[in-house]
C-alpha cells in the first residue's frame, strides 16, 4: 500500500484497555475499520514491538501534536508500522490494524448526547397524523418535536423488551445477536465474553457454562455503552437497561416458580413460556385481566406502578445540574419503566386524557375485534396466552385503556422534569437528545394486550431527535428503526458509523452532515422479529409502502411457500395500513403474488425459517436441561403453575414436545 493510502482506525468499537503505569490509558479501538487519510500522517516508525508501544510515541512530550496513532501491517512489507497522526482523519476502511487514541479523552468539540426511553409507548401517541395523539396531552415531549425531528415511522427491531433493548444498544438484528426473548438477551458480558452475564448465571436452565456457551455464538464484541466509553465519553446508565451484557437486567425470572409464588413477576413460568413458545401449550400464560392479579387499577395512590422511574428522573436532574463546561462530553442514558403493565393510574394523570378522544380510539379498537371464527389462529393463540377474555373486553377496554393513558402522561411529565434540567444545564446547547420507545402496546386491539405481535400498535415506537443544528417541527415518514439509534449517535459526534451495523445514520434526515459513506442508501422497507413468548411460532415482519408482510415459520418448513401456506397457524398476514390503520382486512389469500413478491425482500435480509429452526432446537434443548434439574412431580407442578386451567392433556402435549 502507498503512504498516499496508510491506515489507522480511530473510531471506537472496543471497551477501553488500560495501560500499566503513571500515565492516562490509551483508548484502543476496533481491528477492523480505519481511517483512511494520508494527509493526516505525520509519522511512520518500524520496529515498534506492540500497539502499547505505539500508543505511548503517540502521547510522549516529543509527539505532543499526534491526534490519533495505528500499530499497522503493512501488507507489501508484512511488518508492522506504527503511524502517527496530526489530526482525526475523515474518512474510513476496513484493514488489518490495532488503533486509537493517545488517551481516553476525546476531542473537546464532541457534542453530548441525552439519551431518553420509556417502554411500551405505541408510537402513534406522538405522530400527529394519528387520532391516539388526540388521547393524551404530552406537553413535554411535543415541546421536544417542536425543536427537533419526528421520525413517526418508527418501528422496533422486536417487540419485547429485552431482545428489542439489546438489539438497540449493539446496533444488530434480534436474529444476528441471538437474542430471542425476555429470557434470551446478550449471555455473557460484552467486554469478555469468557465471563456470564451475573444475572444469566443465576437462572436455572441456564447457568453460567451455558450462558458463556450461548454468549460466545452471539458473538457481541461492543456496544453503545462500550464504543462511547472507549471514546472518552462519561457514559452513566440510569433506569431500566434489560438487555444483558452486563449492562443490567434482560433476564426475568430464574427458573423456578410456584402458583403461589411469582418470584416478582406479574406472572409465573415466563421462562418456559419463551422456551416452549412452539409446543402449542394454548393456556393462558397471564392471569385473567380481571382475575386474581389486578392488573388494571384507576385509583392507584402512586399512579403508575413503578416508583424507581422517579428515582432514575432524579438521578438523571443530578447529573445535568452537576455538569460543568468543563467536563467531558457525556452520553446520559434515562429510561424509565413507564408506561408497563399492570395497568395503573389514577386522577392525577386523568387530567390529560382527552375522555371523548379515548372513547372513540376504543371504539375504534373494538372494530378489530373479529369473531372467534374470523381471528387468525396465531392471534387467537396470543390472546389466550395472554390471559384476555373474549366475553369481558367491554369491560376492561375502558378501565385498561385509561390506565394507559394515564402511564403515557405520567411519561411525559418525567421526560419534561430531565428535559427542564438539560434547558438550565451548562451542557444545553451543546447537546443532542433522542427520546424513544423499546417497542408499543397493544391495549386490546385485536384482542390482544402488552406487545409480542407485529400490528401497528405494538411494533411502532415514537423517535424524537433534537439539538444544535436541527431544525425544529419537522416530521419524517421515511421508515426507520431502533437499530439506527448506534450509528446515529456515532455520526452525531463525528465517528463514521461500521458496516457491520444493521441500521442507518439519522443525520441526513436531521439535515446535518454526516461520516456515513455515500454507497449507504436507506431501504424502501423496514423489518421486525419476534421469537419470544404468548406466540405460537417465530414471527417476522416485513412493512414497505402502504404493505405489510407478516409471516411466521415452525423451522420445518424451510423455503417453501405452500407449507407455510398449509398450515393455518403459519399462514402469512398483507395489509394495506395505510388503507387499513386497524389492520382488520387481511389480503394475502386473495395477493399471493404480493406476498411472495414481500417475502422475497423478507428473506433477503433474514433467512426466518433457519432462525425459526434455531429458535425452536435451543428452546427444547433449555427446557430440556431445565427439567432434569428438578423431580419429575416438581417439574409438572411448575408447568401448572405457568399456564393458568392446564389440562393433563397439556402437560402430555409438553412432554412429547420437549421429547421430540
Not at 373486553?393 to 438539560?422: F, K
Not at 424502501?524 to 417476522?540: D, K, N, Q
Request: aromatic share 8%; hydrophobic share 35%; charged share 15%.
Amino acid at each position: 500500500m502507498a503512504v498516499g493510502h496508510l491506515i489507522a482506525v480511530v473510531c471506537a468499537l472496543m471497551a477501553v484497555t488500560v495501560v500499566a503505569g503513571p500515565r492516562r490509558p490509551c483508548a484502543t479501538l476496533a481491528p477492523s475499520l480505519c481511517w483512511h487519510d494520508s494527509s493526516a500522517v505525520y509519522n511512520i516508525t518500524s520496529h515498534v514491538p506492540s500497539h502499547d508501544q505505539c500508543c505511548e510515541l503517540c502521547r510522549s512530550s516529543e509527539r505532543a501534536k499526534c491526534q490519533a496513532w495505528a500499530f499497522y501491517n503493512n501488507p507489501n512489507t508484512h511488518a508492522w508500522e506504527c503511524h502517527l497522526y496530526q489530526s482525526t482523519p475523515a474518512h474510513t476502511v476496513e484493514a488489518n490494524c490495532t488503533s486509537g487514541f493517545p488517551s481516553t479523552a476525546p476531542p473537546a468539540h464532541r457534542k453530548n448526547l441525552l439519551f431518553l426511553q420509556c417502554d411500551e409507548m405505541d408510537g402513534r401517541v406522538l405522530d400527529p397524523r394519528h387520532p391516539l395523539s388526540k388521547v393524551t396531552r404530552m406537553p413535554h415531549l411535543e415541546r421536544l418535536a417542536s425543536r427537533g425531528v419526528n421520525f413517526v415511522n418508527t418501528y422496533t427491531p422486536n417487540p419485547l423488551c429485552a431482545p428489542s433493548r439489546a438489539s438497540m444498544w449493539t446496533g444488530r438484528r434480534s436474529s444476528s445477536i441471538q437474542a430471542w426473548s425476555n429470557v434470551k438477551s446478550l449471555m455473557s458480558l460484552v467486554e469478555d465474553p469468557t465471563r456470564p452475564d451475573p444475572i444469566c448465571a443465576r437462572v436455572t436452565g441456564y447457568g453460567p457454562d451455558t450462558c458463556v456457551e450461548l454468549g460466545k455464538r452471539q458473538n457481541v464484541s461492543t456496544s453503545i455503552k462500550h464504543t462511547f466509553e472507549s471514546l472518552g465519553f462519561d457514559v452513566s446508565l440510569n433506569g431500566k437497561m434489560d438487555t444483558g451484557g452486563g449492562m443490567g437486567g434482560g433476564f426475568h425470572g430464574s427458573g423456578h416458580w410456584t402458583g403461589e409464588d411469582q418470584g416478582g413477576l406479574y406472572y409465573p413460568g415466563c421462562e418456559l413460556h419463551s422456551w416452549a413458545a412452539t409446543a402449542n401449550i394454548s393456556r393462558p400464560a397471564l392471569y385473567p385481566l380481571y382475575g386474581q392479579n389486578n392488573w388494571i387499577n384507576t385509583n392507584s395512590p402512586n399512579g403508575g406502578p413503578f416508583a424507581q422511574d422517579w428515582r432514575t428522573v432524579d438521578e438523571c436532574v443530578r447529573f445535568l445540574r452537576n455538569y460543568k463546561a468543563s467536563d467531558p462530553p457525556f452520553l446520559l442514558y434515562c429510561s424509565v419503566v413507564d408506561p408497563h403493565p399492570p395497568y395503573y393510574s389514577n386522577t392525577t394523570w386523568f387530567e390529560f386524557v382527552n375522555q371523548t378522544a379515548l372513547n372513540e380510539s376504543i371504539a375504534a379498537s373494538a372494530a378489530s375485534w373479529p369473531p372467534r371464527k374470523g381471528i387468525h389462529p396465531a392471534d387467537a393463540y396470543s390472546s389466550i396466552s395472554e390471559g384476555v377474555g373474549l366475553h369481558a373486553l367491554p369491560d376492561v377496554a375502558y378501565p385498561l385503556a385509561l390506565a394507559y393513558h394515564g402511564q403515557t402522561a405520567e411519561t411525559d411529565h418525567m421526560m419534561g422534569l430531565v428535559l427542564d434540567a438539560l434547558d438550565n444545564s451548562a451542557a444545553n446547547n451543546k447537546t443532542f437528545t433522542l427520546f424513544t420507545a423499546d417497542h408499543g402496546e397493544m391495549h386490546l386491539e385485536h384482542q390482544l394486550v402488552e406487545k409480542m405481535s407485529m400490528y401497528e400498535g405494538s411494533v411502532r415506537v415514537p423517535l424524537i431527535v433534537a439539538g444544535p443544528g436541527i431544525g425544529g417541527n419537522r416530521m419524517v415518514t421515511n421508515f426507520t428503526s431502533l437499530l439506527d439509534v448506534f450509528p446515529t449517535f456515532l455520526d452525531l459526534v463525528g465517528v463514521a458509523p461500521p458496516s457491520f451495523l444493521h441500521g442507518l445514520s439519522l443525520a441526513p434526515l436531521l439535515g446535518l452532515n454526516t461520516t456515513q459513506p455515500a454507497a449507504f442508501h436507506r431501504p424502501a422497507h423496514v423489518v421486525s422479529e419476534y421469537m419470544g413468548e404468548e406466540s405460537v411460532a417465530p414471527t417476522f415482519m416485513l412493512r414497505q409502502g402502504s404493505l405489510k408482510l407478516v409471516v411466521r415459520s415452525d423451522g420445518r418448513n424451510r423455503d417453501s411457500r405452500q407449507g407455510h401456506h398449509s398450515q393455518p397457524h403459519l399462514a402469512p398476514q398483507l395489509f394495506n395500513v395505510d388503507d387499513d390503520p386497524h389492520e382488520a382486512n387481511d389480503l394475502a389469500s386473495d395477493h399471493a403474488d404480493i406476498v411472495n413478491q414481500l417475502d422475497d425482500i423478507l428473506r433477503s435480509v433474514v433467512d426466518y425459517d433457519t432462525v425459526a429452526g434455531e429458535v425452536v432446537l435451543e428452546g427444547k434443548t433449555t427446557a430440556k436441561r431445565w427439567a432434569s434439574q428438578f423431580p419429575a412431580a416438581e417439574v409438572e407442578s411448575m408447568f401448572y403453575a405457568a399456564y393458568d386451567g392446564a389440562s393433563a392433556q397439556d402437560y402430555a402435549t409438553f412432554q412429547t414436545w420437549i421429547g421430540s
